[in-house]
């Protein structure tokens, strides 16, 4: 037997990247912007989009990814906004996180041409989902008050992804051990020069700092994956 | 957790570049920024491969350290911890230089094996000639 070194030379999750660029064509060809909504599993993404999608002067639809269910495209549909569920365990195992090809899969619902904006609601994880890119213009995450002010340092990868951080659930502050100060230093340490929001989707407090952004977005020249 | 992604997109990288022949082993260079676990990698590789030109091939890893660049001093170090400000200046705008490959570097073949069926007989036969 002989063997032979092969020369490779390639990132991995090349054929994601190449579907991840076929999605932003697509969303370019609409002239549709598109933001990667990121977080933990009840850090408040859908209660967010509940308070400041209403007031957007957009034209915006959301995408929702869950391993299971459709509560949260139920929550979604009842403000009128277009949206599509896609469940990561009909067909992708699973999956802790949308990739590029299950937001492909999806694209043949949506009509993007009836959108400005579209918003990714990401499966709740701070791993994986930030490995993958589907074909967005931002990358956004909220991480709540309730998680603890050391998640930047645990999940750097994430917090070092995203342009704009939500602190999210401030309502609760008074009732935590909570530093602010503290999380601000941590998430400078990570990614100097995050944008970041501190809001509380339950009372509205802080929001519309995340609706201004949305519209920032959806206000976007198109530029390269 | 992410490691089983991770190593679907290994296997899905691997088989492209075999051309149908079995793969003995897979060079990958990983950087630390990327907080891949190797155990749990190559658990997961070896569940992704089976029944692939992969099944069996051995997963070498190489780890590369994270290292920063400011923008401001020019200051080059190695992160250890998760700080990304310059300690010289303070600045924020420092660029990641290395640490965030993930990225299949080499694979080695066995040019004997093109539609092979029986991969026992290959495995024997691999196990008693060393790699050139």
Redesign the interface.
């Known amino acids: 037997?002989?063997?032979?070194?092969?020369?490779?030379?390639?990132?991995?999750?090349?054929?994601?990247t190449t579907i991840a660029e076929a999605n932003r064509h697509d969303f370019d060809h609409s002239g549709v912007r598109v933001i990667n909504l990121m977080s933990a599993p009840g850090a408040g993404k859908t209660s967010l989009l509940e308070a400041t999608l209403p007031g957007l002067e957009t034209r915006v639809g959301v995408l929702e990814g869950d391993v299971q269910g459709s509560m949260d495209s139920d929550r979604i549909a009842h403000l009128h906004v277009p949206v599509v569920q896609l469940n990561t365990d009909a067909g992708f195992g699973g999956?802790?996180?949308l990739?590029a090809n299950m937001v492909r899969s999806a694209l043949p619902d949506l009509d993007l041409d009836e959108i400005d904006l579209l918003v990714i609601e990401n499966v709740g994880n701070l791993?994986?989902p930030a490995?993958?890119r589907v074909g967005e213009d931002a990358r956004a995450m909220i991480c709540s008050v309730t998680e603890g002010e050391d998640k930047?340092?645990k999940y750097?990868?994430m917090f070092?992804a995203c342009e704009l951080v939500v602190v999210n659930k401030i309502d609760l502050l008074p009732h935590l051990s909570y530093d602010l100060e503290k999380l601000r230093h941590h998430l400078?340490?990570?990614?100097?020069?995050a944008q970041v929001i501190e809001c509380s989707a339950r009372t509205g407090e802080g929001t519309e700092a995340f609706a201004e952004w949305l519209s920032g977005v959806a206000a976007r020249e198109a530029a390269a994956v | 957790m992410h490691e089983l992604s991770l190593a679907t997109g290994i296997v899905e990288t691997v088989i492209r570049h075999a051309d149908d022949r079995r793969v003995t082993s897979v060079q990958m260079r990983i950087g630390t920024l990327r907080q891949v676990v190797p155990d749990s990698l190559d658990f997961y590789f070896g569940i992704c491969s089976r029944d692939t030109v992969c099944q069996d091939a051995e997963l070498e890893l190489e780890i590369i350290q994270a290292k920063l660049r400011c923008n401001s001093c020019g200051r080059e170090w190695e992160l250890d911890l998760p700080d990304f400000r310059c300690s010289s200046c303070s600045t924020g705008d420092v660029e990641v230089i290395a640490g965030t490959e993930f990225e299949v570097e080499s694979i080695e073949v066995n040019e004997d094996s093109v539609g092979q069926e029986n991969q026992s007989e290959a495995k024997e036969e691999a196990g008693c000639i060393a790699p050139r």
């Open positions: 037997m002989h063997r032979t070194k092969v020369k490779v030379a390639e990132d991995a999750l090349d054929a994601n999956e802790c996180h990739d791993v994986c490995e993958f930047p340092l750097p990868l070092r400078e340490s990570v990614n100097p020069g």
